[in-house]
Nanobody, 119 residues
Framework: QVQLVESGGGLVQAGGSLRLSCTAS????????MGWFRQAPGKEREFVGRITWSGGSTIYADSVKGRFTISRDNAKNTMYLQMNSLKPEDTAVYYC????????????WGQGTQVTVSS
């Protein structure tokens, strides 16, 4: 089990940018994949994207492709979500998550950080 803490959320105007951070602590040596998810009020949790910890390979949901970029700093046990060209529909609580195997479930989750995009 590891602890994940998101930060960097806030209020931004449409077209603006935000960078979210997710810092992991604990038994982070076994990290395989870390991902970003989001959940808007009354909506289901949605996959945003993920990154492999060793190679840095990324996958993005179609809704954010070309606008969001995931990166990581292995030495700092930190994953980032750079969000550009933000839209009101990006408004949600953003969560980071971790899995220890590419075939396993995401078992460690952060508490979330609010992102609000005004029109």
């Amino acid at each position: 089990q590891v602890q994940l803490v998101e930060s960097g959320g806030g209020l931004v105007q449409a077209g603006g940018s935000l960078r979210l951070s997710c810092t992991a602590s604990g038994r982070t040596f076994s990290t395989s994949v870390m991902g970003w998810f989001r959940q808007a009020p009354g909506k289901e949790r949605e996959f945003v994207g993920r990154i492999t910890w060793s190679g840095g390979s990324t996958i993005y949901a179609d809704s954010v492709k070309g606008r969001f970029t995931i990166s990581r700093d292995n030495a700092k046990n930190t994953m980032y979500l750079q969000m550009n060209s933000l839209k009101p529909e990006d408004t949600a609580v953003y969560y980071c998550a971790r899995k220890s195997s590419p075939l396993s479930e995401y078992v460690d989750w952060g508490q979330g950080t609010q992102v609000t995009v005004s029109s």
